[in-house]
């Protein structure tokens, strides 16, 4: 089966297609840049707007090159989370072409498909999966036809909190590559840690961030501190999962785990008991189409397609609302 995937959940409008039978999958992407501040969910709607179709049609364009002139089985697009305005073009463009192409329709959870596309390329059975991106940070365990949150944000995502530092600071988006590279060789200085069970808070290590930087501290100190303490708590609870679930896989999504830092603790924290740790390659961590190719043709070899009545977007769509049906220990 051949499944076209349509991205568009904030600031990547992404198509790609991926071969069940081959495992190939190409991805073709087109980012938004904000000129300043952070993502502003018009403008970032008005770059989806431009791009999906182009993206799609070079995308399309090259799977007639590769398989001829019907090479498309099923079209898959992220339904959620993810802002409104993006979402609902996304929606549009991925009903229309399911109507035109005369293919079933699959709705994707775009955190699922950060999951999925880890289990995919690791071959990991059934792992713990650590998304740690722009606006989520969460952890995934499944059990009983669904994948369960262990433990989450309370508040804003770590991706968010590390932009809304380097905007104070000055820097354009997105911040965290930024703090990565003046990280390197910044001292350590306390900010808060704040962990409650399996839950996690990044609000207040950001605005201490801001304060310390404000009251002079160096901003590379600043920046290895703000990685030190927030990928800290990330592996804390990820290892925690990992010993509640008696589970030894872990896979990482999201963007934030481009983080060389971020994997690096990881990997050492999986290494010490003995569990496995995979990391995807940068294009398939941040938001792309691919992990929605790839769910989507898991879930329409499943059958687990949508009609376009029923299709509607959803911006708070949460991982635990999805029936896993693609699975053989599943739901059908
Ligand atoms: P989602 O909808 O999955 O929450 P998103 O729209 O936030 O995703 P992603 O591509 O998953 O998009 O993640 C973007 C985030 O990743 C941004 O906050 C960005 O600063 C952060 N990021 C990118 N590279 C790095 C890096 N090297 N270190 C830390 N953070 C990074």
């Known amino acids: 089966m051949r499944v076209l995937g349509i991205e568009g959940t904030?600031?990547?409008a992404s198509a790609a297609v991926f071969d069940d039978a081959g495992g190939d999958v190409f991805v073709e992407s087109d980012a938004y840049e904000p000129d300043s501040g952070g993502i502003?969910?018009?403008?970032?709607?008005?770059?989806m707007g431009e791009a999906i179709p182009q993206v799609i049609a070079r995308t399309l364009a090259r799977a007639r090159e590769e398989y001829g002139p019907d090479p498309?089985?099923?079209?898959?697009?992220?339904r959620g989370p993810g802002l409104?305005?993006?979402?609902?073009?996304?929606?549009?463009?991925?009903?229309?072409?399911?109507?035109?192409?005369?293919?079933?329709?699959?709705?994707?959870?775009h955190m699922v498909a950060h999951l999925e596309i880890g289990r995919h390329l690791s071959g990991f059975d059934s792992p713990v999966c650590l998304n740690a991106s722009g606006a989520n940070a969460h952890l995934l365990g499944y059990r009983d036809g669904r994948y369960r949150v262990l433990g989450e944000t309370?508040?804003?995502?770590?991706?968010?909190?590390?932009d809304k530092f380097?905007?104070?600071?000055?820097?354009?988006?997105?911040?965290?590559?930024?703090?990565?590279?003046?990280?390197?060789g910044g001292d350590y200085v306390e900010l808060p840690y704040v962990v409650k069970g399996m839950d996690f808070s990044f609000s207040g290590i950001m605005s201490a961030a801001k304060a310390a930087y404000d009251d002079g501290v160096p901003v590379?100190?600043?920046?290895?501190?703000?990685?030190?303490?927030?990928?800290?708590?990330?592996?804390?609870?990820?290892?925690?999962?990992?010993?509640?679930?008696?589970?030894?896989?872990?896979?990482?999504?999201?963007?934030?785990?481009q983080n060389d830092r971020l994997r690096g603790m990881l990997g050492e924290m999986c290494a010490a008991r003995g569990a496995e740790f995979y990391a995807p390659e940068p294009r398939f961590l941040r938001d792309n189409a691919g992990m929605i190719a790839v769910l989507g043709a898991k879930m329409a070899a499943a059958g687990d397609?949508?009609?376009?009545?029923?299709?509607?977007?959803d911006p708070d769509f949460r991982p635990d609302e999805v029936p896993v049906t693609w699975r053989d220990d599943g739901e059908s």
């Open 40 to 47: 502003h969910p018009r403008e970032a709607a008005e770059h």
């Open 220 to 257: 590379e100190d600043v920046c290895n501190s703000l990685q030190e303490h927030t990928f800290a708590m990330l592996t804390e609870v990820a290892e925690r999962a990992l010993s509640l679930t008696g589970t030894d896989e872990l896979v990482l999504g999201g963007g934030v785990g």
């Open 166 to 184: 380097t905007r104070h600071v000055g820097w354009s988006h997105p911040g965290g590559p930024k703090i990565e590279a003046h990280a390197e």
């Open 154 to 162: 309370m508040d804003t995502g770590v991706g968010n909190a590390l």
């Open 10 to 12: 904030a600031w990547c």
């Open 305 to 313: 397609v949508v009609a376009v009545a029923e299709s509607a977007i």
């Open 72 to 78: 498309i089985d099923a079209v898959a697009f992220s």
């Open 84 to 109: 409104g305005p993006c979402l609902r073009i996304v929606g549009t463009a991925a009903r229309a072409l399911s109507r035109t192409l005369e293919v079933p329709l699959v709705g994707v959870n």
